[in-house]
């Protein structure tokens, strides 16, 4: 075991006077791309970070649970009988709901003493809901002897954030903290299932994906998620199709969007769906053959369509990405080669492709602009795409 991990055996014997019986990790994630397709059928790029949501966990010989996070240092107790979505909230309705998830599937489980610790930034559009729901099943499953191939248990998660917390999210987050790998992105079709793990290895060529944690707040429960999900819906129908990722399957270009819908905000909605997943296939190709001009490109078109056409961003990630995009760098630092808001949107993150050495150049950048701006300071870092939902020990 590693340090971390006696540190966090050592705090469920504190809690619950008794041994765990393992300790099982799942990762959150950045999404290269594809933003706001995962509900549309379509593609999504995402790849696993190192941060974890780390779940100590032992059986109980009655139906409870009781589940602690070390974040809050709060504890949250429940029965599994009777439990129902409302019946939890908060925090521990993500843990709560991926138990009741695995429930409602069939799978009886006993109850649980859980304690969570988690690095994955809160609130930051880096999945730490998904990160925690995908540690708390992987856990549960193996203690109960439940057998669960990857994608089930995406799901199971996917159907807990969505019905038993309320958040309608689409698959991506869970699958990506479930099945990606250490040194890939992971190409999903959302429809299909069909997962592709695309090798990304940028150090060899001198780059890296930083990571800007914008500190805007993430305003994604205030129903946005739900009204832009409820947009590409409408839009779909009034196309006549089951879902708006068949707008790529029939090869439409952007340009025909506009005679078949008369209202432009569904307009808008619909071709950022489209293009977005064009995007995602282009990014992929770019990543397959080392095109990283291409792939900044890619990326930066993507913060353009949701910044004029899913109307996702705010001024601060809008700032962000113009800073880090800005060819009068000072300090030798050279701009990045793409760079656009990642997440649900309205906050959280953003992204960008960069030459490694100008990290500290371009987070100077970032924050001195931020300052100017009268915004908090963001913070930044590199991620490494790393390994998805695992046991520790
Ligand atoms: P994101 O998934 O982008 O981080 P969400 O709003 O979807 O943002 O999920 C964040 C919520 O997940 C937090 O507000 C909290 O309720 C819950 N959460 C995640 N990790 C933990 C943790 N380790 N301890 C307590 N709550 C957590
Ligand atoms: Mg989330």
Known sequence: MS????????????????????????PGRVNLIGEHTDYNGGFVLPFALPQTSRVAAALRTDRMVHVRSLLNGETAEFSLDGLVPGAVEGWAAYAAGMLWSL??????????????????????????????????????AELAGVELPAVALAQLAQHAENDFVGMPCGIMDQMASVAARAEHALLLDTRSMRIEHVPFRLEQDGLALLVIDSQAEHRLVDGEYAARRAQCEAGARELGLESLRELNDDGVAPEELTARLPDPVTLRRVRHVLTENTRVLAAKEALSTGSYAQLGETLSASHA?????????????????????????????????????????????????????????????????????????????????????RRLS
């Open 305 to 389: 369509s949701q910044r004029d056409d899913f109307e996702i961003t705010v001024e601060e990630t809008d700032t962000l990405v113009e800073t880090l995009m800005s060819p009068h760098q000072s300090h030798g630092a050279q701009p990045a080669l793409g760079a656009r808001q990642v997440g649900g949107g309205f906050g959280g993150c953003v992204i960008a492709l960069i030459h490694t050495e100008s990290f500290d150049g371009l987070l100077g950048a970032v924050q001195e602009n931020a300052r100017q701006h009268g915004f908090t300071e963001p913070t930044g870092f590199l991620a490494q795409p790393s390994a998805g939902a």
């Open 3 to 26: 340090t971390e991990q006696l540190a966090l055996a050592e705090e469920f014997q504190q809690a619950y006077a008794r041994p765990c019986a393992g300790i099982w990790a799942a």
């Open 103 to 140: 429930e409602q599937a069939g799978h009886l489980l006993p109850g649980l003493d859980l304690l969570i610790d988690s690095e994955v930034p809160i609130g930051a559009g880096l999945s730490s809901s998904a990160a925690l729901e995908c540690s708390v099943g992987l856990a549960a």
